[in-house]
């Protein structure tokens, strides 16, 4: 997958927080298509709750993660690949294997 860290540096700053959320989530899943898997991203943001939760069901595996919304607004700010990082983060915790790609590298600088 072809990823700019200019361009994402400036969404991050231009992009409200649910927005860039759900940009990262499409990222993610080109990423998990390019490596010839078929995922289903599932991922729960209401606008009351303080946490947003998802699931990725990738070749036939269930990756669970939660995460503060207060958490990803100062990841937002702080780089503009740090929310990938904190969710893949997540998925390998929960035995997620990740391999080599351009845009996991700019994600876990």
Not at 3 to 24: C, I, N, P, W
Request: hydrophobic fraction near 40%; charge should be negative.
């Amino acid at each position: 997958m072809n990823t700019s860290g200019m361009l994402r540096g400036y969404l991050a700053k231009v992009m409200d927080q649910e927005s860039f959320f759900f940009h990262v989530i499409n990222c993610m899943e080109k990423q998990l298509v390019d490596w010839g898997s078929d995922p289903l991203l599932l991922f729960n943001w209401e606008k009351k709750e303080k946490n947003v939760s998802g699931s990725f069901i990738i070749d036939g595996f269930l990756y669970e993660f939660s995460l503060g919304k207060e958490q990803l607004k100062l990841l937002q700010q702080r780089s503009p690949y740090a929310v990938d990082r904190m969710i893949w983060e997540e998925l390998i915790s929960n035995g997620f294997v990740l391999k080599e790609s351009s845009y996991i590298d700019k994600a876990f600088m």
